[in-house]
């Protein structure tokens, strides 16, 4: 049976859709050209546009890649109105360029702004929440940074591209905070055995306690708690 079906499939439909074999050629030269523009593009965006991306620059390169794709493989798209699209989009990426050089205002509104997510030791809450990070996440950024606990963090910053800029603390100044290794989360306190500093899991807030009742966090009112870590950071 799969061998009559192998038979009968039309083999030219099935590797070119509707096209002829000599559109093959096309494809090429096609891909050729609009490989050329994109560089050119890129070339006329500055660096900047290709190293750190800030949301404003990522939708001018989801932008040119869009309009660079179609006319590589679809012969209803004719080159010439691709190139108008790079244009126009080349355009606007510099209008909007010169009025986030005049005004501070307009740049916050295009491409947003760096947000504190810890300030010595603890989350800044209601900035984390404004950002969609999950906490694994950013504790994975964290970690790839040699940092095990956040004691050990002076200030953590959101850039506008995304990344995470890490200010630490001298190691002589590092504090007890909430550890941030895996599974250090998983098993959290409501009521405390041993006298010792523990950290809220929400927030990282971290206060020594005795033995007894965890209580609520000061910061954050939540009643879960772990045993904080003061390790420093190995360099």
Not at 185 to 194: C, D, G, T, W
Request: hydrophobic fraction near 45%; proline fraction near 2%; charge should be negative.
């Amino acid at each position: 049976m799969l061998s009559a079906f192998l038979l009968h499939l039309d083999w030219k439909e099935l590797l070119l859709g509707h096209e002829e074999w000599s559109f093959l050629l096309e494809i090429i030269l096609r891909t050729m050209i609009m490989f050329l523009a994109i560089i050119i593009g890129l070339r006329i965006l500055g660096k900047r546009g290709v190293k750190q991306l800030s949301i404003f620059e990522l939708v001018v390169i989801i932008g040119l890649g869009s309009a660079a794709g179609d006319p590589m493989f679809n012969k209803d798209v004719g080159i010439i109105s691709s190139l108008i699209v790079f244009i126009v989009i080349i355009l606007l990426y510099s209008i909007v360029t010169h009025f986030i050089g005049k005004s501070k205002r307009f740049e916050n509104l295009v491409e947003g702004k760096s947000i504190c997510l810890v300030e010595n030791g603890e989350f800044s809450i209601k900035n984390f929440q404004k950002e969609n990070l999950g906490s694994d996440e950013f504790f994975a950024e964290l970690r790839l940074k040699g940092i095990s606990q956040l004691g050990q963090i002076e200030m953590a910053i959101e850039e506008i591209s995304g990344e995470i800029s890490v200010f630490f603390l001298e190691d002589e100044s590092v504090r007890y905070g909430l550890p941030i290794m895996p599974g250090s989360l998983l098993n959290p306190l409501q009521y405390i055995h041993e006298d010792k500093h523990y950290s809220c899991i929400f927030c990282g807030y971290t206060e020594h306690k005795k033995a007894g009742n965890a209580g609520r966090c000061q910061k954050c009112q939540k009643e879960e708690w772990v045993t904080s870590s003061n390790k420093r950071r190995v360099t």
